[in-house]
């Protein structure tokens, strides 16, 4: 799809060379047949997200839009939402005469797809000022740490040497923040990676062992998510994020929440989650719901962070029972 006609807003316009140029970084090396093919479904990802935005700068009313959007292979449209998030968090703030885009869409016709919405408002939060808290407060409750988490993916995958060979964290954020930003961190690691299953536990491997088991739940997600592996690949990932393996289900529960949601779950997000989880992708996005019941917001956890490990202690019981089974 090519650029809109008219003024494109700076931050997004900046955007779209930025992804073209990491797109180009990818490219230098020579890849394997399997490395190629992975390489090919983030290139699609990488399309279907600029897409997303590029068809939201378009003025379409939210109804139009979101036709627009669903007509994306199922496998990639919610990356082509998450674009269209970024648009409208953009617009929102550039032309504030006509505010509030972002929330009519995804209280309405995008409301769906609100995981990948809330991490595409994510984009714009890493191209402006601090007060990066402040800005995604009148998110939902549970669910605003996703803006965060896709802060932290924008800046691994614009900025790797900052965040991955420095390891360094933005100095505006601040207690459970810095979490949801490594988990976003961590799926970018899957894309500067390529996918290679076999780099990704070297590259958390140098962090402070503290922050691995965000990294390995953002990369399980990102796996089940994103994909562009086989199923060899995603049980050698597992095998090799030894004591993160709960972490990985965890990502892996979320990604298939997202999909199901959405109503885009495809035969990847269940072999995935069968894989790092232990269930159906299914199964897994109903203990996601399950592990919603009487979520207290006034404790001095975040409710979604509470949310994530009673999702964790899931998987880790189900193995657990199944290990008990074996005996």
Known sequence: MSQP???????LRLLYHHLASRA??????APSESEMLARQQLERIKRSFVYGYQAAL???????????LNEVDRDLRGFAFEGAAAT???????????????PRFLNGVGAEHIYAGYIGVGWILARLPAHTERRVAWLDPLLRWLAIDGYGFHEGYFHPYR????????DQ????????????????????????????????????PLRRADLWSGVGLACTYAGGVDQAAIRVLLERAGPYQADMALGSALAAKARQRAGCSTDYTDLACTILYGLSARNAARITDDALADLPFDAPEPAYE??????????????FSDAVDSD
């Open 5 to 11: 006609r008219g003024a494109v807003p700076g931050a």
């Open 24 to 29: 180009a970084d990818l490219a230098q090396t």
């Open 58 to 68: 378009l003025g379409f009313n939210d109804e139009k839009l979101a036709r627009k």
């Open 88 to 102: 409208l968090t953009a617009l929102d703030l550039l032309m504030v005469w006509r505010p509030n885009r972002l």
């Open 163 to 170: 965040t991955v060979t420095q390891q360094l964290v933005p």
């Open 173 to 208: 954020l601040a207690g459970y923040a810095c979490r949801a930003f490594d988990q976003g961190l961590g799926r970018s690691l899957w894309f500067l990676a390529g996918a290679n299953v076999l780099h990704i536990p070297g590259m958390i491997g140098k962090f402070d």
């Open 306 to 319: 509470i949310w994530r490990q009673r999702i964790q202690q899931s998987v880790t019981a189900a193995r």
